[in-house]
């Protein structure tokens, strides 16, 4: 069984910055790519960020420039630095990972969502 807990979402003015967590746990064969979806009220999941297992990364266009994501391999675990937030950026984030229970297999699991406001 494999778990994904997220943290760091929360309350934050036009401007300033929050960083989510993601980590991965349970029977981890390999990580793969791991990314960020939000999901903005009334509006289909989107991705924010995604990093492969190499350090590759790709970002949304509303990311660029604002937004870092980063992996901690040793811990499995990957970041969401979000600098210079705006009202747009609110939603419900999910950490989302494939990965490998065994040599063989290639799973995809989600966390269960953090929640980030930003207020003007």
């Known amino acids: 069984q494999v778990q994904l807990v997220e943290s760091g979402g929360g309350l934050v003015q036009v401007g300033g910055s929050l960083r989510l967590s993601c980590a991965a746990s349970?029977?981890?064969?390999?990580?793969?790519?791991m990314g960020w979806y939000r999901q903005a009220p009334g509006k289909q999941r989107e991705l924010v960020a995604v990093i492969r297992s190499g350090g590759g990364t790709n970002y949304a266009d509303s990311a660029k420039g604002r937004f870092t994501i980063s992996r901690d391999n040793a811990k499995n675990t990957v970041y969401l630095q979000m600098d210079s937030l705006k009202p747009e950026d609110t939603g419900v984030y999910y950490c989302k990972a494939e990965l490998s229970t065994t040599p063989s297999n290639i799973q995809y699991y989600w966390g269960q969502g953090t929640q980030v406001t930003v207020s003007s």
């Open positions: 349970g029977s981890i064969f390999s990580l793969n790519a």
